[in-house]
């Protein structure tokens, strides 16, 4: 089992940033990525890092480089997502979850998720 709990979400006006953080307990797992899901729309990718490896490869998707950054602290077993610039398209529900094997990109890869914080960025 895995807990998951993410926290940092909130409203913002569009070019500001905010700080989510997804803090985990349990067994041990080799990805953590962050998905949202906006009303009426489907889950998404947002970012990715894997846990187990030094280095810690990320990934994004196209609609957030260069704006959002995944970073982890193994040592308080934490990942984090910056988002900066933040647009009234990145309005949404951000969950985090975790991946034992997968493709990073698969949502059907990520086995726990977290409950879900909310995102609101006003125009």
């Known amino acids: 089992q895995v807990q998951l709990v993410e926290q940092g979400g909130g409203l913002v006006q569009a070019g500001g940033s905010l700080r989510l953080s997804c803090s985990a307990s349990?067994?041990?797992?080799?990805?953590v990525g962050w998905f949202r899901q906006a009303p009426g729309k489907e889950r998404e990718f947002v970012a990715a890092i894997t846990i187990r490896w030094s280095g810690g490869s990320t990934y994004y998707a196209d609609s957030v480089k260069g704006r959002f950054t995944i970073s982890r602290d193994n040592a308080k077993n934490t990942v984090y997502l910056q988002m900066n610039s933040l647009k009234p398209e990145d309005t949404a529900v951000y969950y985090c979850a975790t991946n034992n094997q997968g493709s990073v990109f698969n949502i059907n890869a990520y086995d726990y998720w977290g409950q879900g914080t909310q995102v609101t960025v006003s125009s």
């Open positions: 349990g067994r041990t797992f080799n990805t």
